[in-house]
């Protein structure tokens, strides 16, 4: 603040107002100087509050240190205000004159007068008078100054500074919650409950197929699979709650001002315990049971069947949790490090445990003929695979009476144990062709001998052999064979093509489903969909046209032998309206871009295709073992249920009592109980619908009781939230009636 030079009453007016400024400034200073310990006093008292070192306190401890703080501010307060003085007339010009760097007291001059009256002294006096006024019409202003760093030797307000910024970023967004929770200690109303709500529970992996387990306060022990997920959830609770598990401490996560999260995958077993404030608040003792790798054994030696073409694979496999797929692996023993061949076996859901008799005619693969290595492998839903041991059998070779026909197989069968010598293949396809004239052969086969040698001697791709093969073979069905194995042929091959092309649409499905999360389809990716649907819709027709000639030559074949069609006895109600309603529903599901319920169907209907050839049912122990894995499941899902009903009916009891007494803080870990409990009843009700195909109506019912009750809980409606968690409870024990009865019709 500068003060120009004016008249004198302006100068006078100015420097009344300066003089009053300067005196504020010194009441600053001595405010400041006598405040500071006060300060850095409440400066602490933020910091612990952010830290959350009260929530660490008692409410009786809280309140004490409360105590102590305000007494210890007000002392501190009052020294700063007894050692406040008014300051001295003078010392506003003093302060003006030092803040001016004017020395020799300038201002006292204007309050000076002339002693005589004197002209010549009174001219002198009044040039005098001038040069001052000129000399304080720079007056300045500084700020205050009230010397901070000569009290505060130790920087004690620096290392504040420093520890106010590091508590406001540990406390983030809940800094205010947390300093009005230091200001006030809560203490628990009469007959209230004091102990915060502890929720823990662990949901096992979705491929068991097992029902969430409750961690309950008197059942102390349980055994859950590995690779569990356990989740801690405990309400009201100001402080972070101290959770172990196997040695190891878990970290609780704020999911509000007064709830903590905690989960973890349970890789191995261990103690759980869950502690505030050095109070235990729940322990259990929790085992993991290994996911063990799936078992496969053949049921009977595996062999050619006798006078057929195909060969007979009695299998069987097991897995704890279920099987996700089996393959048959073949393995040439001439050359044993050749890629194996995988013949898939179809399981329809992911069963327990499994059986039955892979019959496949393999007189068409390159390995007709050979000693090869059988060995069963078996994967479940976590990716473990099961090997059988080995078994050795002979592929059946088809016998051609025609020469050609039987030439060109053994050639083929000799490409198979001798790749290395193609060229001396070619040679010998070539003087088959030259020697046309002897084997009376067609002059189409001519020409795709020339072909079949021209690949054999020129051919660089890695498939060139497995071409000429396929040709050879080919060529010999073409010289050889009639309407029945035709259409065997064909009902094959038809199968293989829709098979591989379910898969694929499998595959495109799962593409799709994760590009749309992140963008929409486009038109010309929705016609490319279209035309693959109508192309899968060809296949499906293609199989059932294969399917109506390979019946029909059975019939003509079976009247040409006198003899039966040889269908499983079991099977004997299968007809072909069934076969043509399992093809519509695949077709359906395709449209409709269910890719895992079109292989299912899928799945059914070679089933029913193998039935045709005389596949073996299950045994009646088995399919009764099948029946009781079932419905023990199905009993825990029933527990599961029964055990959510009594907890809805306890915080049915909770709202009662928070309506009779509205002080009751209950309201948002109840809240927090609410919505966990849904989360577990939505799981519950898709693993029984995956167990019997249906989802009792009374658990819908019970899911939307509870989500009103939440709504409830949110509102501070107490009255409302106890009407429905009651209707929950019904619906959840009326849901466990209706279990029970779907049990009951779909496993008898």
């Not at 100015?14 to 400066?43: D, F, N, S």
């Amino acid at each position: 603040m500068a003060l120009s030079e004016q008249d004198p009453e302006t100068l006078q007016s100015r420097l009344h107002r300066g003089r009053a400024v300067a005196r504020m400034v010194l009441w600053t200073e001595q405010l400041l100087v006598g405040l500071w310990p006060a300060a850095c006093l409440v400066g602490l008292f933020v910091a612990a509050a952010w830290f959350g070192l009260f929530a660490l306190l008692g409410p009786r401890a809280h309140a004490g240190v409360l105590a102590v703080l305000s007494v210890a501010l007000a002392l501190l307060v009052g020294r700063g205000a007894l050692r406040m003085r008014r300051p001295a007339a003078d010392a506003a010009d003093r302060f003006l004159e030092a803040s001016s760097g004017l020395p020799h007291r300038p201002l006292s001059t204007l309050a000076d007068r002339p002693a005589t009256q004197d002209p010549v002294a009174l001219a002198m006096w009044q040039a005098h008078s001038l040069r001052t006024q000129a000399a304080i019409s720079t007056l300045k202003l500084r700020g205050p100054r009230p010397g901070l760093a000569v009290l505060d030797r130790w920087a004690v307000r620096t290392l504040m500074a420093v520890l106010l910024v590091a508590a406001l970023a540990v406390a983030g967004r809940s800094a205010p919650a947390r300093l009005a929770a230091a200001l006030s200690p809560t203490f628990a109303a009469p007959g209230a409950a004091t102990a915060p709500k502890l929720a823990a529970w662990i949901t096992p992996p979705s491929y068991t197929g097992l029902p969430p387990v409750f961690l309950r306060a008197d059942i102390p022990a349980v055994s859950v699979p590995a690779h569990a997920r356990l989740l801690v959830d405990l309400t009201g609770s100001a402080a972070e709650p101290s959770i172990a598990y196997a040695g190891q401490s878990l970290t609780a996560g704020a999911i509000g001002p007064e709830s903590w999260q905690a989960e973890l995958e349970l890789t191995q077993g261990g103690q759980l315990s869950v502690r505030r404030h050095g109070v235990g608040l729940g322990a259990w003792t929790i085992a993991t049971i290994a996911d063990q790798p799936p078992s496969a054994s053949f049921s009977a030696p595996p062999g050619a069947i006798a006078r057929s073409r195909e060969i007979r694979i009695p299998w069987r496999a097991a897995d704890d949790y279920g099987l996700a797929s089996m393959h048959a692996l073949l393995r040439l023993r001439a050359r044993p490090n050749t890629p194996s061949s995988a013949l898939d076996i179809p399981l329809v859901g992911t069963p327990k445990t499994a059986h039955g008799m892979l019959q496949r005619d393999l007189t068409a693969h390159p390995w007709a003929g050979l000693e090869v290595d059988v060995q069963l492998m078996a994967r479940d839903a976590a990716g473990q695979e099961g090997l059988s041991p080995t078994a050795i059998i002979t592929l059946p070779e088809r016998s051609f009476t025609n020469p050609l026909a039987r030439a060109l197989i053994a050639l083929r069968k000799q490409l198979s144990l001798h790749p290395e010598a193609r060229a001396d293949a070619a040679t010998a396809v070539r003087m088959l062709a030259a020697n046309g004239d002897t084997v009376e052969t067609p002059p189409a086969a001519m020409v795709n001998l020339g072909a079949i040698a021209g690949i054999l001697r020129f051919g660089r791709a890695p498939d060139a052999i497995a071409q000429a093969q396929e040709r050879m073979w080919t060529m010999a069905l073409a010289l050889e064979e009639g309407a029945l194995d035709r259409t065997t042929r064909a009902l094959e091959a038809a199968r293989q093509e829709l098979r591989d092309a379910l898969a694929e649409q499998r595959e495109q499905q799962e593409k799709s489903d994760s590009a749309e999360r992140t963008q929409p389809k486009t038109d010309a990716e929705k016609k490319q969909q279209d035309a693959k649907n109508d192309a899968l819709t060809k296949k499906i027709e293609q199989l059932k046209q294969a399917i109506q000639k390979q019946l029909q030559s059975l019939i003509e074949q079976a009247k040409k032998d006198h003899s039966l069609l040889p269908f499983d006895p079991e099977a004997a109600h299968m007809t072909a309206r069934d076969i043509d309603r399992m093809l519509k529903e695949i077709e359906q599901a395709t449209r409709e871009g269910r890719s895992e319920d079109a292989e299912q169907k899928m799945a059914e209907l070679e089933k029913m295709l193998d039935q045709m050839k005389n596949t073996q049912n299950a045994t009646p122990e088995q399919r009764r073992q099948a029946r009781q894995n079932q419905k023990q499941r199905g009993r825990q899902q029933m527990s599961a249920a029964q055990d959510m009903a009594q907890r809805e009916k306890a915080l049915q009891s909770q709202a009662d009592k928070r309506e009779a007494d509205p002080a009751d803080p209950s309201r948002p870990r109840d809240q927090r109980v609410q919505n966990a409990l849904r989360r577990a009843l939505g799981e519950l009700a898709q693993r029984f619908g995956d167990l019997t195909g249906e989802v009792p109506s009374a658990l819908g019912e019970a899911d939307q009781a509870m989500r009103e009750a939440n709504e409830a809980l949110a509102a501070g409606r107490d009255h409302d939230a106890a009407v429905a968690a009651g209707r929950a409870a019904a619906a959840l024990q009326k849901g466990n009636e209706q279990m029970g009865q779907q049990m009951a019709q779909s496993l008898g």
